[in-house]
T-cell receptor, first 113, second 113 residues
């Protein structure tokens, strides 16, 4: 596809359950970002990859959050032992290199019940 | 923490009028990007303006950047009902490694038919 693809679009998890969110960036894009967006707010940075290297994970809110991009293309954001405050939309974006336009996926809406 | 702050938080205008949204930021940047987000959807990239640029145009959109005042504005001319959305500015700093876009809280624009 031509754009950034995220799956699933919606995820309902019971508190304590582990979840995995997938991001397929635009082919050839070196940079990949994950963001968390609460209702009515702007996206908050979680982590950044340059190819397979995770260069910045300072935005991950706790050690329950883990992201990987093992082959420098598809990325997975994993949340362990989900809690209600993890409920949000998780957005993935990619750009050709840094300092260029970033293109966002449709997001995964996570609801923890 | 949010680097950018949009002003106003909400704006309601009639179709055909112009809409102006402002963004202020705190630290020196490499570039500033404007995004649109329709309710429940992903972010759509509008314009990227670099720190050495002062003005850019794209169709009905005009973006200005004043690095001395650390501010940017987005002007939408001849607005349409379809322009109703949230608009976010995002700043990207120059870094030795890594990258992140830091978003503001957004301006909710409503264009009434």
């Amino acid at each position: 596809g031509a754009g950034v693809s995220q799956s699933p679009r919606y995820k309902v998890a019971k508190r304590g359950q582990d979840v995995a969110l997938r991001c397929d960036p635009i082919s050839g894009h070196v940079s990949l970002f994950w963001y968390q967006q609460a209702l009515g707010q702007g996206p908050e940075f979680l982590t950044y990859f340059q190819n397979e290297a995770q260069l910045d994970k300072s935005g991950l809110p706790s050690d329950r959050f883990f992201a990987e991009r093992p082959e420098g293309s598809v990325s997975t954001l994993k949340i362990q032992r989900t809690q209600q405050e993890d409920s949000a939309v998780y957005l993935c974006a990619s750009s050709f290199v840094r300092y260029t336009e970033a293109f966002f996926g449709q997001g995964t809406r996570l609801t923890v019940v | 923490s949010q680097q950018g702050e949009e002003d106003p938080q909400a704006l309601s205008i009639q179709e055909g009028e112009n809409a102006t949204m402002n963004c202020s930021y705190k630290t020196s940047i490499n570039n500033l990007q404007w995004y649109r987000q329709n309710s429940g959807r992903g972010l759509v990239h509008l314009i990227l303006i670099r720190s050495n640029e002062r003005e850019k145009h794209s169709g009905r959109l005009r973006v200005t950047l004043d690095t001395s005042k650390k501010s940017s504005s987005l002007l939408i001319t001849a607005s349409r009902a379809a322009d109703t959305a949230s608009y976010f500015c995002a700043t990207e700093l120059s870094r030795t490694s890594g990258s992140r876009l830091t978003f503001g809280e957004g301006t909710q624009l409503t264009v009434n038919p």
